[in-house]
């Protein structure tokens, strides 16, 4: 089951461990096997991943990268194909992805020996841009007809536990969520808090942009650790941070939002 629907469908790059995900999701459909065990999986090969890279056991740390891109998308797929979409599995997702984000740059600054103040601007810039992607994705969802809208563009209040989950774990997963992810969001929102009203972002910008997925930036990294370029992650992730205000520029010269 698709995030959006067919028309609204585009090349997503950081997106290379769906077709597995899907594969690997209907495998689990008429198991015990729940969205949550499988997000608290993806957390562990993670961690093991980060582990690795302390060591610097890059290939492992690599695969193990690459591995739990695609487990991170088994879950939503796994929601969607059981029909148990939940806001504790959409907040607990993001806040792993956060965390483990802020392990793997702990671990490059301890085996370079880098600047503290650089790696947390690195680590920064990082969220920031896969805030502006989840944030431009988000809309593009919410607007196309029979997309997937557990995702809210606004993340202003609690919301309402869906079936089948507690509103406890719901509001504590979403005061974590909104303690890592606010200040980014508030970012983004004070950049171009017009695109939610009414954009309609073309296939080619939201491709370019998905180079801010999370799953490509895991990409890029694994690449940097194998050919011996661990040294330049941290600049390198500061530096590709400037394209943020040149993609909001263009969306809002080229992709003004409606009347």
């Not at 093991?48 to 193990?64: H, P, R, S, T």
């Not at 792993?96 to 103040?117: C, E, Q, R, V, W």
């Not at 601007?121 to 593009?140: E, F, P, R, W």
């Not at 079936?163 to 983004?188: F, H, N, W």
Request: net charge positive; proline share 4%.
């Amino acid at each position: 089951m698709s995030k959006l629907s067919a028309s609204d469908k585009f090349y997503d790059l950081s997106d290379y461990g769906r077709p597995p995900a899907v594969w690997i999701a209907n495998r689990l459909k008429n198991t015990k096997v729940t969205p949550i065990h499988v997000t608290f999986a993806f957390g562990i090969i993670g961690l093991i991943a980060v582990y690795c890279i302390l060591i610097e056991q890059f290939v492992v740390a690599g695969f193990l990268l690459i591995l739990k891109s695609i487990i991170d998308a088994v879950d939503g797929e796994l929601a969607r194909i059981k029909k148990t979409p939940s806001h504790s599995g959409r907040y607990l997702d993001s806040v792993f992805d956060n965390i483990l984000n802020m392990l793997i740059f702990f671990a490059i600054y301890h085996i370079t020996k880098g600047s503290p103040s650089l790696t947390i601007l690195a680590y920064v810039g990082l969220q920031l841009q896969g805030t502006l992607y989840n944030y431009y994705y988000v809309i593009l969802r919410n607007n196309s007809i029979g997309g997937d809208s557990t995702s809210r563009i606004f993340e202003y209040k609690i919301p309402r536990a869906l079936p089948g989950e507690s509103q406890k774990s719901v509001s504590i997963l979403y005061m974590i969520y909104t303690s890592l992810y606010g200040a980014y969001d508030r970012i983004i929102y004070t950049l171009d808090g017009s695109a939610a009203r009414g954009v309609k972002f073309p296939k080619w910008f939201m491709t370019c942009l998905s180079v801010y997925g999370l799953g490509f930036q895991l990409l890029i990294m694994v690449m940097m650790f194998n050919f011996n370029l661990t040294e330049y992650i941290v600049p390198f992730f500061i530096a590709f941070t400037g394209f943020v205000p040149i993609f909001i520029i263009i969306r809002k010269i080229f992709l003004p939002h409606s009347k």
